[in-house]
């Protein structure tokens, strides 16, 4: 430990002048607590703001499993997707190393002790890295509107480089070839269709590509998910990801240098694809970044329409709309990114939430799409904003249960009355879902058309109109089984077939996407996971399953693998139920999925 000193200490040297260090102390300590820290660096940050400064780090064998000397790069993990949760910074290592001896202190009452589940080779500082070393910053890779770039230390990689102009742009140095060209190559063949859902020729650059031409976080973001979803469907271990998020942050410590730079196109769209990241590593909640990104890009769309009045990527705003209903729904979020746009009225319209069909045209529709816009995006939108009333309600539910099971029982309002207002308001929400369809088919006639000839629809056309038709079903589903614990225990009259009758309907579109080939992962695995949870016909909860793992086969990350993975977990505790009881309406697949901790979001990634 060549670089430790005691000398100058004010907490280890006696002879150390003890200055007054209150205004030191002052500074709100944003970085979150030891245990979620990644970096040795964000560790130091954080115990500089505590009194008396210290810290605990305690490494065990596991630490060190991760290390090239312990490490078989080629080991094949074939149909495991824990096994690409430690791609995350913030993932959970148990699982990827449970066939290691776990420390019996996995889980210490001391916030200050670490068990590092990583043991990093310590990077050499000199005097000048080590004085310049920020305190203040937030841990958000993207710095706050009111701070300033600090000087900051960027690990050396392979092609890392700096944006001061004299050197070749990281996008060049990956064209050249090596594995940065690979994983390039991917991104375009894989995860850039994905995300855009648009063709495009070889040769052209997507947005995401352009703008990392001269913005290194992005580039080190759009290689971490590229090297991510490799590592996927190779069924390996790779480390590579890992390499290229921990440069995000460093990066965007240089490149951001106003408050301005902070809500950049690079820092937008930097964001949205680490939130992409987050989601496809599938890590334990509690260590997944997902929702720090979501409030990211929140924080970074508001103030770029304060600034500009106009968002240039509404497109994508709106696709973390989604995921943030999603995850409301998966009772995993909060629905707050959709609740603010609604209330600061800053929800993108619906003929803004198509990406444009080619770079450089205004234009968002191709000519055969012509008849079915920009209806179609606005029904889209408003089944959506259904989804989020849904959960928004399944939310307060939960949380008002949880209360009246553990909260001050002075404050408890009885159980009679606790249970008729929650009737009141799970019978309105049924009628809410019962007029929104009838609306619906009084102002969109021509949907209905289109439902009767799917095969002859054009590709996004296809996809929207099956969006928008089994979202909704899944909805009635929610309503009547998910909106708070056991809700099947106590069923609307008439629960039974409203049920039976969305959840084989879910199953049949999902049959003819899969038996179409145009099979879009982000708004099939949720409906589709409904109704197989759902369903009590055996015959459909094995062609669930089976069509779910189709569907897995068409994602570039681990989270439809780990939604897969809960399904079965949930169909066995139906089994066994039902052996027991005589029915299974006791398994909670909420319940189920705060107990594993993934996915975070039950979403096809």
């Known amino acids: 430990m060549q670089e430790v000193s005691t000398v100058g200490s004010t907490v280890w040297d006696p002879n150390a002048p003890q200055g007054d260090n209150s205004q030191h102390r002052s500074v709100e300590d944003l970085l979150p607590p030891f245990s979620a820290l990644t970096t040795d660096e964000e560790r130091e940050r954080k115990a500089e703001l505590q009194n008396p400064g210290t810290y605990h780090v305690i490494a065990n064998q596991s630490s060190f499993v ?106 060049d140095i990956a064209h050249n070839g090596g594995w940065d060209a690979q994983l390039l190559q991917h991104y375009r063949t894989v995860i850039s269709p994905y995300i855009l859902r648009a063709q495009r020729p070889e040769d052209r650059q997507d947005l995401f590509e352009l703008q990392a031409q001269t913005y290194p976080p992005l580039f080190h973001a759009m290689m971490a998910l590229s090297a991510l979803s490799m590592a996927h469907q190779n069924g390996v271990r790779n480390a590579d990801a890992l390499e290229h998020y921990q440069q995000v942050i460093p990066a965007l410590k240089i490149t951001v240098q106003s408050s301005q730079d902070s809500y950049s196109d690079g820092a937008f769209l930097t964001h949205f694809i680490l939130l992409l990241y987050e989601i496809a590593a599938a890590g ?73 069909i080619s770079r450089g045209q205004a234009s968002v529709l191709y000519p055969e799409e012509q008849p079915f ?13 259904v989804a989020l009333q849904v959960g928004q309600l399944a939310r307060d539910l939960r949380a008002e249960e949880k209360s009246r099971q553990y909260g001050n029982q002075a404050q408890i309002i009885p159980e009679p009355a606790f249970f008729m207002n929650r009737r009141t308001r799970i019978q309105n929400l049924h009628r809410m879902l019962e007029h929104s369809r009838a609306s619906w088919k009084a102002r969109f006639p021509e949907y209905w058309t289109w439902l009767g000839r799917l095969e002859a629809l054009p590709h996004r056309v296809f996809a929207w109109v099956q969006q928008a038709y089994m979202l909704f079903r899944a909805c009635i589903i929610y309503a009547h089984t998910s909106m708070f614990p056991n809700q099947l225990r106590d069923p609307a009259p008439d629960a039974g077939v409203q049920i039976r009758t969305c959840a084989t309907e879910i199953i049949e579109s999902v049959l003819t996407i899969v038996s179409d080939k145009r099979v879009d992962p982000r708004f099939v695995v949720f409906p589709l996971f409904l109704a197989g949870f759902a ?71």
């Open 66 to 171: 991760s290390l090239p000397a312990y490490r078989d790069e080629k080991t094949s993990v074939p149909g495991s997707s824990q096994s690409f949760a430690s791609l995350s910074p913030a993932a959970d290592e148990h699982d990827a190393s449970s066939n290691l001896p776990v420390s019996p202190i996995d889980d210490p009452d001391d916030p200050n002790v670490v068990i590092l589940k990583v043991f990093e080779e310590p990077t050499r500082k000199g005097p000048s890295q080590l004085s310049n070393r920020s305190t203040t910053s937030p841990a958000s890779p993207v710095l706050s509107p009111t701070s300033t770039a600090t000087t900051s230390r960027l690990v050396p990689q392979p092609n890392t480089v700096h944006t001061d102009g004299q050197n070749a742009p990281v996008l």
């Open 284 to 356: 334990h909640r509690e260590n997944n970044m997902w929702q720090h990104h979501t409030d990211q890009l929140l924080r970074i769309v508001t103030l770029r329409r304060q600034a500009h009045r106009v968002e240039t990527y509404d497109f994508l705003v709106w696709l973390v709309c989604r995921i943030d209903i999603y995850a409301l729904l998966s009772a995993s979020g909060t629905g707050s990114f959709v609740e603010v746009l609604l209330e600061e009225n800053m929800l993108p319209t619906p003929e803004r939430t198509l990406p444009p």
């Open 373 to 385: 816009f920009p209806a179609l995006s606005e029904l889209n939108q408003e089944v959506l904003l």
């Open 535 to 605: 369903t009590v016909d055996p015959a459909e909860k094995s062609l669930a399953l089976s069509m779910m793992k189709t569907v897995e086969r068409h994602s570039y990350g681990g989270c439809t693998g780990c939604v897969r993975s809960l399904l079965e977990k949930i169909y066995e505790k139906q089994r066994a139920a039902t052996l027991d009881t005589g029915d299974a309406t006791s398994v909670d697949w909420i319940e189920e999925r705060e107990l594993r901790g993934q996915p975070p979001i039950i979403y096809g990634i």
